[in-house]
């Protein structure tokens, strides 16, 4: 979730920028720590399940549902309000798990056809399909008073592959199974393994969120966030290798590439209606 963490803003439709009233706010509007009158530590976990259903006309075999679970630490932090020469700040550090890539296929697959004339294949494999890991960034805030209804922050935010270290994320593919190859009419058994590998490391990039809050009255917020555009950089190692017994070839290719992301520019605009302490309702464009 590229716009905001914590179960509190999802609970609420994800219209937090007006809110943003917990240690969570450095992520939807660092303008909104200001609220913060005490010290607060912010953890929060994630539990994806994924199943994805598959059919085909052409090719029924690989009908199915794919599971995949994963459970990550969301989000982190630590905030802590304090003075200076009468102006409230609050100053707090984050990390936010932004982009999650866990993903898993497995299913049958008949490949099937002619090569040219007089020569055909049929060959059954078993199609394996991992993707794993993720991207996050560690940031620092800082929301600072103007007056006592408008208030300005800021969180700088370095981005990261996740979890925190070197890697990015990874996807691997793997094919292998047997069939047979008719040379004009003459059948030959053979046997198919193919594995191919993406791994995108070292992500590194860093951009910020500037946002402000206006307390237009006692019920009535009204709050906005700017997160700047960046572009990251990232390695990326891919691997293939492929074998087949009959007619007899094996190949291997690896490759290391430096590469590059570009991240838009993206905005917010968002405002709240609080009813009453127990009741609060939010409206956010983003």
Partial sequence: NPVGSGARAMGMGGAF???????TAASWNPAGLIQLERPELSIVGSSLFRIESFHSSTH????????????????FSIACPFTVHGKNLVASVNY?????????LSFPYEHSGS?????????????????QGGVGAVGTALAFQITPTFSLGATFNVWMGEPLGDHGWKNSYGSSGTGTVTVFGVPHPTSVTVNETDDFTSLSGYNANIGFLWNANSRLAIGGVIKT?????????????????YPPSQSTIT????????????????????????????????
């Fill in 17 to 23: 920028i007006s809110v943003a009233d917990d240690a």
């Fill in 115 to 131: 090569v040219m004339p007089g020569i055909d294949f049929n060959i059954n494999v078993n199609i394996q399909y991992m993707q």
């Fill in 229 to 245: 555009p960046f572009t990251a950089s990232l390695q990326h190692n891919y691997s293939f290798s492929s074998q087949v017994t």
């Fill in 255 to 286: 490759t290391s590439t430096r590469e590059h992301l570009t991240f838009p520019l993206s905005y917010g605009l968002g405002a709240s209606w609080r009813f009453s302490d127990a009741l609060t309702v939010g409206l956010d464009v983003y």
């Fill in 60 to 75: 029924p075999e690989i009908a199915g549902d794919n599971r995949s679970l994963s459970n990550d630490l969301n989000y």
């Fill in 96 to 104: 936010q798990r932004l982009y999650d890539f866990h993903r898993k």
